[in-house]
């Protein structure tokens, strides 16, 4: 009877996943934290866009300028490993000439 009784504590210790229970925790905390973000910055802020003004809530402003700063930061990167790609290739490619003196 005693190793019925143990059944149910050896499945829970093989089904146990902290992993799993860290990340559902992580996870709940970084959602607690946007919320109170977003509750936190809901005053109207003045945004001068050089040709218009506008007047919105202050998440909004952050929430655009965060995605500018992402959009910026891909573009940038594809530009860079373009310009990198480039050159690679020609370096690989020696001159003739290069070749002739060497050998």
């Known amino acids: 009877m005693e190793t019925h009784d143990r059944e149910p504590e050896q499945e829970f210790e093989r089904n146990w996943q902290p992993r799993l229970w860290i990340s559902l925790g992580l996870l709940i905390l970084?959602?607690?934290?946007?919320?109170a973000f977003v509750v936190g910055n809901d005053e109207e802020a003045s945004v001068n866009f050089v040709f218009a003004e506008a007047t919105t809530s202050l998440i909004w402003v952050i929430l655009l300028s965060l995605l500018a700063g992402l959009l910026g930061g891909v573009l940038l990167s594809q530009l860079h490993r373009r310009r990198s790609h480039h050159k690679s290739d020609a370096s690989d490619a020696t001159p003739a000439s290069i070749d002739v003196a060497d050998s």
């Open 30 to 35: 970084i959602a607690a934290y946007l919320i």
